[in-house]
């Protein structure tokens, strides 16, 4: 009977050294990281393909003259591919993947054109699928021994993305589902094995989960769709397919528009008959929901930009209806209108209603977007530097649509809406005139800027004593809250004005920026006269004197010696003495009798 040892495969110690260098002399191609980092710094973090397109090209360039592997000259193209047997350098690798990655930015670009030019949609379908020609044959020279296995499996996962984009601009569903499975499949093993880099492969994953569930509702799993809605919330979950989640979420409100066939305002219901009408409300509906899940500002705009784009032909359709209203008519003309509106009049002040209202919210994100820019310095992350005359646009906006509101019809003879309109109107002048006070502070015209600010307090006192009776309204409440940080803002700044009004009196140039090392060494008190930032004083550990205070010489107490006696001359008192000795003389026995008989003593 053979032995254990007999039966195993015999491995010469030459043969396991042959090994042990191949491993070592194995490729590693990071190809996830190489391209993200390519895309961040050359174009797609501001979306632009076109110049990510042409840095491919450079970089197909340098690397083909590095290698002196350039097809042809100047007069002649001469086609030379990379195979198996070329590859005694890394380099060549990259030659199909940044080809590959310049096919797929062309045909991004390609379909972002196709709207206005459908002619480019063909071509954009011959660059992906040029792609995929390029990420197969990256997946091929990668299968080779002298590749590890890391490069492996991820450049199986490359082209399984790149296959299933392609599937999924040709509306081959299945196919589409089956490939960014793949490719997850593989992305997600990857981020558990590299413990480094997860963050990586875990944001792939998250890329392609809207995809998947997108191609997952067309092949017939409609729950879905609320899946789809939640990541289109998120900003930059959805990517390319945005505007196909757009369409498809229309499409699910037009089926469920069926069941609207009435809605319900300020106590009287009207028939909702037409189908853009009823969407809008429908949209309505889901904006909240939606509005409420979503963290991200961006997202939040996005959306109420969709709604407010499906407001315009609801609107619009209404006018057409009511063309031939002569109340209608005389309210566009600015008269006023008596008596009860019809159905589709009050239907479509109902709309405008919800279109200013939805308004009004999308400009208060924006606002408070641009606040928290503001307040970090006016710039963040390289975005365009937000001035106070940015904010002072959208307040004026804000103010607008609630003026707009106090003026449709049905509403105008509400005199409590009326009353909290104009109060919500003197708050958001608190802010405008704050924030003009900040451009002119920016100009350094003092007077200018302490006058607004003392009008920004008086609006901003006035609107929290008007709106108190109105708090049960959790955007009244808001707004009451905003208005008593903007009075601490406003206090302030005026400090801050009226510091560098000083300064400027004193003939020196007003100094704000933060003070030198050597300065800040010293304690509050020993630099009274420099003004500066410093950031320590707000600490805990505020330097502001020196304890114990350090000794200081100071005069002793004088001594004063009587040495002027032997030099003064002394006047002559000797009569005075021998009247003296004569009065003492006379006292005696016979004084003494002298008294009794009453003689003087």
């Excluded at 190489?34 to 110049?51: E, F, P, Y």
């Excluded at 009326?418 to 003092?446: D, H, M, P, T």
Aim: aromatic letters at 8%.
């Amino acid at each position: 009977m053979a032995t254990d040892s007999q039966c195993a495969p015999q491995h010469s110690p030459d043969a396991i050294e042959n090994e042990q260098d191949k491993l070592k002399d194995a490729f590693t191609l990071k190809i996830l990281l190489v391209i993200r980092d390519a895309q961040q710094q050359h174009g797609l973090r501001h979306g632009d393909h076109q110049r990510y397109r042409g840095y491919c090209s450079r970089r197909l360039r340098r690397i083909r003259k590095s290698l002196h592997f350039t097809c042809g000259n100047q007069k002649k193209f001469v086609r030379r591919e990379v195979s198996a047997e070329l590859l005694k350098d890394l380099r060549y690798l990259y030659l199909p993947l940044f080809c590959a990655e310049r096919a797929w930015a062309n045909a991004v670009q390609l379909g972002q054109e196709a709207n206005s030019e459908a002619r480019k949609r063909f071509h954009q379908m011959r660059r992906l699928k040029k792609a995929v020609a390029y990420a197969q044959q990256l997946n091929t020279l990668c299968q080779s021994d002298r590749c590890d296995a890391r490069t492996k499996i991820e450049s199986q996962a490359y082209l399984a993305s790149m296959s299933g984009l392609l599937c999924f601009e040709l509306h081959k569903w299945k196919e589409s589902h089956d490939y960014y499975s793949q490719a997850k499949l593989i992305y997600e093993r990857l981020a558990g094995a590299v413990a480094d880099e997860a963050a990586i492969y875990h944001a792939r994953c998250e890329e392609l989960a809207p995809s998947l569930r997108y191609c997952a509702y067309k092949i017939g799993d409609h729950t879905a769709i609320e899946d789809l809605k939640r990541m289109r919330n998120k900003s930059g979950a959805v990517g390319e397919i945005a505007d196909g989640l757009d369409a498809l979420i229309n499409q699910t409100r037009e089926r469920l528009s069926v069941t609207l066939s009435e809605v319900t305002w300020r106590g009287r219901t009207v028939p909702v008959k037409n189908e853009k009408v009823r969407l809008f409300l429908l949209g309505v509906g889901d904006l909240e929901k939606e509005v409420q899940q979503s963290t991200d500002p961006n997202a939040k705009v996005s959306q109420y930009e969709s709604l407010l784009q499906s407001s315009i032909d609801a609107l619009q359709a209404l006018r057409d209806e009511l063309n031939a209203d002569p109340e209608f008519k005389a309210q566009q003309r600015g008269q006023k209108v008596e008596g009860q509106l019809s159905n589709t009049h009050y239907l479509y002040a109902y709309a405008s209603y919800l279109r200013l209202t939805k308004t009004l919210e999308r400009n208060l994100v924006l606002i408070e977007t641009l606040q928290a820019r503001f307040s970090k310095g006016g710039q963040d992350d390289g975005q365009k530097v937000v001035k106070p005359q940015d904010l002072v646009r959208l307040y004026d906006s804000v103010i607008q649509n609630l003026n707009d509101m106090a003026a449709l019809p049905g509403l105008d003879e509400d005199d409590r809406f009326l009353k909290e309109v104009n109060n919500r109107v003197i708050g958001y002048r608190a802010f405008r005139c704050f924030y003009i006070g900040q451009a002119y502070s920016y100009l350094k015209k003092w007077k200018e800027t302490v006058a607004l600010y003392d009008r920004a307090r008086t609006y901003a006192q006035q609107g929290m004593k008007e709106l108190r009776p109105f708090v049960g309204d959790a955007t009244v409440k808001a707004q009451i809250t905003s208005l008593e940080a903007l009075l601490t803002k406003i206090n302030e700044s005026k400090f801050s004005v009226q510091a560098s009004t000083v300064l400027e009196a004193d003939g020196g140039p007003v100094r704000t920026g933060p003070l030198s090392e050597e300065a800040r060494t010293k304690p509050l008190l020993e630099r009274l006269d420099l003004f500066g930032e410093d950031a320590s004083l707000l600490g805990k550990n505020p330097s502001l004197v020196t304890l114990p205070p350090s000794l200081e010489p100071i005069p002793c107490k004088p001594l004063f010696f009587d040495l002027a006696d032997g030099h003064i001359q002394l006047p002559d008192l000797s009569d005075k003495v021998e009247q003296k000795k004569a009065a003492q003389a006379g006292t005696g026995l016979t004084g003494m009798l002298r008294s009794w008989w009453g003689g003087k003593k």
